[in-house]
């Protein structure tokens, strides 16, 4: 059974700071890995993808994947009250899979 | 550009009816993925189809059925509806089955 954990939450941190939002997948196979943030009864939407070790930025978005240790996070610098909303962490396995596996989600508050 | 369309937006039906909700994806892209979202998980993998076949089918009962058509959009099937079926289905489009995934705005289910 492939498993992708992360927090619940909810997190909260002051407008402003850095927020880290934590992923953990337990199939070592995983190639794939994406970060979409979730506005309450919205649809998901795509923020960030990483297939590398090490860390990716795009504007005040870092995710940054460890194989090694089967973790991936995504650091968002100056967090903005915008930026509240459920955080989901989804892998996708190797070559030939088509098959997202989502955490449940990071609820994330931004508090002004 | 259009994004991922789906249809209807909301739907209530009734245990033991049947529902057909559909999905049009991105210009250009070729695979439509289906998922279920209840209310406080992620979403959960249903079926994926590239090129009008199936490419993979998650833990759902036969009660599931989808097809994708010559313009690459796509139906999902449900029947012998249960209250357990309500929820958020999502619709999400990858222009290869293997790229990332954009997801429509998702039709809300409820069986009552």
């Known amino acids: 059974q492939k498993e992708v954990e992360q927090n619940s939450g909810p997190l909260s941190v002051p407008e402003g700071a850095i927020a880290s939002l934590n992923c953990t997948y337990s199939d070592r196979g995983s190639q794939s890995f994406f970060w979409y943030r979730q506005y309450s009864g919205k649809s998901p939407e795509l923020i960030m993808f990483i297939y590398s070790n090490g860390d990716k930025e795009d504007g005040r978005f870092t995710a940054q994947l460890n194989k090694a240790s089967q973790y991936v996070s995504l650091l968002i610098r100056d967090s903005q009250p915008s930026d509240s909303a459920t955080y989901l962490c989804?892998?996708?396995?190797?070559?030939?899979?088509?098959?997202?596996?989502f955490g449940k989600g990071t609820k994330l508050s931004v508090i002004p | 550009d259009a994004g991922v369309t789906q249809s209807p937006t909301h739907l209530i039906k009734t245990r033991g009816q049947h529902v057909t909700l559909r999905c049009s994806p991105i210009?250009?892209?070729?695979?439509v993925s289906w998922y279920q979202q209840v209310l406080g998980q992620g979403p959960q993998f249903i079926f994926q189809y590239y090129e009008k076949e199936e490419r993979g089918r998650g833990n759902f009962p036969d009660r599931f059925s989808a097809r994708q058509f010559p313009n690459y959009s796509s139906e999902l099937n449900v029947n012998a509806l249960l209250l357990g079926d309500s929820a958020l289905y999502l619709c999400?489009?990858?222009?290869?089955?293997?790229?990332?995934?954009?997801f429509g705005q998702g039709t809300r289910l409820t069986v009552v």
């Open positions: 999400a489009s990858s222009f290869l089955g293997e790229t990332e995934a954009f």
């Open positions: 989804a892998v996708k396995a190797g070559a030939g899979s088509y098959q997202l596996t």
């Open positions: 210009s250009g892209h070729k695979s």
